[in-house]
């Protein structure tokens, strides 16, 4: 049955207008001029640290050696590793040469003239992801001196470059010693230390046998940069 005529929908033709302005509850939000633009993270700060290789024997020979120091399980990175005497540079240490001596005299209970600076390298980056952590080690080399042995004078003249002139006068009678005194000597060296909780071990190597040791990161770099007369690329 069909509707009658008073009841049946027509269509409306319906003419579509542009949008010229958004409907008011769209119309609230304002950019503000203080506005901050969204900020991707960058990499992380690096944080400053030193890094010294107490050494004995003469650069560039056989003799030649580096004490390395197992860290321990107590410390909070890099457990049972291999290292220099490493840690931050604190805010109270007037350079990282002094932060170098203060680290040291912590972790083995010596000071000049026990030690000598050999050379400063120049400061590089290391990245660690495993631990989300950017260091910048400044790296030092010093040589070991038993009480009475002749040296240049201690690590201040050696800071401006003289280290180097002193380690080839101090080595000369050294490189003459041969491997079994050497190995005699690194025993007195050894037992002038005394090692700090972070440390349960020192020993001596050359510097070619480190990449076969279970060490910090890049601390290979680290050796290159202090150390002369052991690597081919020199």
């Known amino acids: 049955m069909r509707a009658p ?3 049946r929908f027509l269509p409306i033709p319906i003419s579509p207008r542009p949008l010229t302005r958004l409907p008011a509850p769209f119309r609230q939000f304002r950019p503000s001029s203080t506005t901050q633009p969204l900020s991707v993270p960058g990499p992380p700060k690096p944080h400053p640290i030193v890094s010294s290789f107490l050494c004995t024997g003469t650069e560039g020979t056989p003799t030649f050696r580096i004490a390395l120091f197992k860290r321990s399980d107590k410390v909070p990175l ?3 590793l291999y290292a220099g005497i490493s840690g931050s ?3 109270s240490d007037t350079s990282p040469f002094a932060a170098a001596l203060r680290e040291i005299k912590e972790e083995t209970g010596l000071a000049p003239p026990a030690i000598e600076l050999l050379r400063e390298g120049e400061a ?11 260091w910048r080690i400044f790296t030092f080399a010093w040589r070991l001196h038993e009480p009475g042995e002749r040296h240049s ?4 003249g050696a800071e401006n470059g003289s280290g180097d002139r002193a380690a080839g006068r101090a080595g000369a009678k050294e490189g003459e010693d041969g491997e079994e005194e050497g190995k005699e ?3 007195r060296l050894r037992a002038l230390m005394t090692l700090c909780e972070a440390n349960v071990a020192v020993v001596f190597v050359r510097p070619e046998e480190v990449a076969g ?3 910090v990161p890049d601390l ?3 050796i290159r940069a202090v150390v002369r007369g052991h690597f081919g690329d020199e």
């Not at 004078?153 to 201040?156: E, F, L, S």
């Open 89 to 91: 540079i604190e805010t």
């Open 5 to 7: 005529p008073s009841l």
């Open 220 to 222: 290979a770099r680290g």
């Open 124 to 134: 590089y980056d290391v990245d660690d992801g495993e631990v989300g952590k950017r």
């Open 153 to 156: 004078g201690g690590g201040g």
């Open 213 to 215: 040791m279970d060490t």
């Open 185 to 187: 000597k690194e025993g």
């Open 78 to 80: 890099y457990k049972n």
